[in-house]
């Protein structure tokens, strides 16, 4: 049964950096699009970032150049680094995974795991 568990979430400044972790278990496909998404209440789950198992990313216009996505795979873990941090980064921030693909999509219904959320809170 593969989980996904994201951590490294909470209150920052705006101008200040986070790094969010999503660890993967029960994933052990070694062709697999992964992505991070965030959602506000009452608004759309958004794509943010998405990496596949060539380690080819994608990023949001909202993020390019300030969030960089990458896989550890020996450690089975997901990373968002985010840097510049806006207020409108403000957001629960979800990864998501699908195996045995590398065409990553970036509409929510293209992944099959998701994992329960990790708030992020940028203060202006």
């Known amino acids: 049964q593969v989980q996904l568990v994201e951590s490294g979430g909470g209150p920052v400044q705006a101008g200040g950096s986070l790094t969010l972790s999503c660890a993967a278990s029960?994933?052990?496909?070694?062709?697999?699009?992964m992505a991070w998404f965030r959602q506000t209440p009452g608004k759309e789950r958004d794509w943010v970032a998405t990496i596949n198992s060539r380690m080819e990313t994608s990023y949001a216009d909202s993020v390019k150049g300030r969030f960089t996505i990458s896989m550890d795979n020996a450690e089975n873990t997901l990373y968002l680094n985010m840097n510049s941090l806006k207020p409108e980064d403000t957001a629960m921030y979800y990864c998501?995974?699908?195996?045995?693909?590398?065409?990553?999509?970036?509409?929510?219904?293209?992944?099959?795991?998701w994992g329960q959320g990790t708030q992020v809170t940028v203060s202006s």
């Open positions: 998501a995974a699908r195996s045995d693909v590398v065409t990553c999509g970036i509409s929510p219904t293209f992944y099959h795991y």
């Open positions: 029960g994933f052990t496909s070694r062709i697999y699009c």
